[in-house]
Structure formats: C-alpha cells, structure tokens
C-alpha cells in the first residue's frame, strides 16, 4: 500500500507518525482543511447542522477532515464528500465500523483515506486517541459538533487549544452538548451561526450552483411531488450528494 512521508501535519505536533498509508485523492491535502468532529450519539439537531455546515464547506472549497466515526464523524463526510478526508484509527485493508462501510468505500475511491497504521491492523481504543491527533493537525480549524465534557471529542478541542487552531462549536441546547458548551463558557472556543460566513474564511465560493436548474428550482418550490415530477432520480442523486434534504412531502437546501 501507498504512504506519503510528507504529512501536512501542524508544526506544533510533537511526535508524529513518520508516515501515513493512504488511498484516494492527494490532491485534497492541499487545500484549505476543516475537521469536524463530535458524538457518536449525536441529535437529529447536530446531524442536520453537520450536514449543512459540511455542504457549505464545500461550496467554498474547503475540505472536510473527520474520523469516519458513527455519529458525527460521518455525516461531516457525508456533508463534504468527495472533497473529505477520513483518518482511521486501523488499518486501511479494514473496513471498520463496517455500519459506514458504503460511505468508507466511496472515500477510497473518490476522496481520501488517512491511516498511520500497517494496512491490516485491526482497530483498538487508544489508536483512536492517535488518530483524533491526527485529524487536528492536518486541519487550519477545529469544529467540535456536540460532545460530553468526558469524550473523546474534548480530547480533540484540547488538541486543538494545544497546537494552536482556532476552536468552534455549533450552538446547542443546555443540558444536550455539556463539552461544547463548557468551551464556549470559558472561551475557549467561538460559536457558528453563518456558515457561509464562516466558511469564508477558509474558502472562496465556488458560484456553478447559481445555474444549477434543480436547485433554483427548489428554492422557489420545495414540494417533493413536483420537484420529483420535474427532475425524476435525479433529486435523490442531490441528497446523496448532500445538497438537499427529503422530509417527507417537502424538499429543503442544505
């Protein structure tokens, strides 16, 4: 299997892998990076607004980085694909979790995969504390999407605080996301509310959507029947791509 030795990692990360085994796309490690990280548990709430923020990520051209986790982690992926990064905590020739098994796949072939392990290492506990590591050093800004104030999530803000990257999180309910907003009580790390604006300040738009027919045509009607009438398969191919949302009879941008 393929490793890269030149790793892109930040300069304040003392003792990192002297190598990393990947697949997919290595052009995306020179672009702008955002992880984006959080509960495996996360709410329907935190999975919508990854998602979105994720897409809008990638309108700006920036690349989303995250740990192809349950939760989170994935919808961050899902959100972004192609233009993510997973960093795995095993091996590439193992597909784990093997839930996200589709989506791992879809980022061998047309995004890119990260391991700093041999390619049939099985996954243990403490190589996802390593590759949590990882993750934030690659990346210009850290977003902790939801988390406990005991996760593995805050080990990644407190990564970020160390390294010196900025630190976010999305707004959230009390009693809901304790770790995000105990960063933000001691301010260690600022709030979201215009993901546009935030993702201006890694990226620069990219404007082909503005004639995308289907999508002009759902912000002026966002009635499934007739936006199925109307462009047929094609308005599932948008909700893989993580542009839109199918909520029952109504179709909304994300």
């Not at 955002?34 to 309108?59: D, E, F, P, Q, W």
């Amino acid at each position: 299997m393929n490793f890269i030795t030149e790793l892109h990692l930040n300069k304040n990360f003392k003792n990192p892998p002297d190598k990393l085994y990947y697949k997919g796309n290595l052009a995306l490690l020179d672009r702008p990076k955002v992880a984006i990280v959080g509960s495996r548990k996360c709410s329907v709430y935190t999975k919508n607004m990854v998602i979105s923020l994720a897409t809008t990520l990638k309108k700006y051209g920036v690349c989303v980085v995250s740990g192809a986790a349950i939760g989170v982690d994935i919808y961050a992926h899902m959100g972004a694909y192609p233009n993510t990064i997973a960093v795995f905590g095993n091996g590439l020739n193992q597909i784990y979790p093997s839930q996200n098994s589709k989506i791992i796949k879809d980022i061998y072939q047309n995004s890119l995969a990260l391991s700093a392990y041999e390619p049939d290492t099985l996954a243990k506990g403490w190589q996802f504390l390593e590759r949590n590591l990882i993750t934030v050093a690659l990346s210009d800004a850290v977003v902790v999407a939801q988390a406990d104030i005991k996760s593995g999530s805050m080990s990644s803000a407190r990564a970020a605080i160390k390294f010196g990257i900025p630190l976010y999180v999305l707004p959230q309910r009390l009693g809901e996301s304790s770790g995000t907003n105990e960063l933000l009580a001691s301010q260690k790390a600022k709030i979201i509310t215009d993901f546009d604006k935030f993702a201006m300040e890694f990226g620069v738009k990219n404007d082909e959507e503005k004639s995308d027919e289907v999508m002009e045509f759902i912000k002026k009607n966002t009635n499934f029947d007739d936006c199925y009438n109307k462009f047929g398969d094609k308005i599932y191919e948008y909700e893989l791509d993580g542009k839109i949302a199918i909520d029952g009879i109504y179709v909304r941008i994300l």
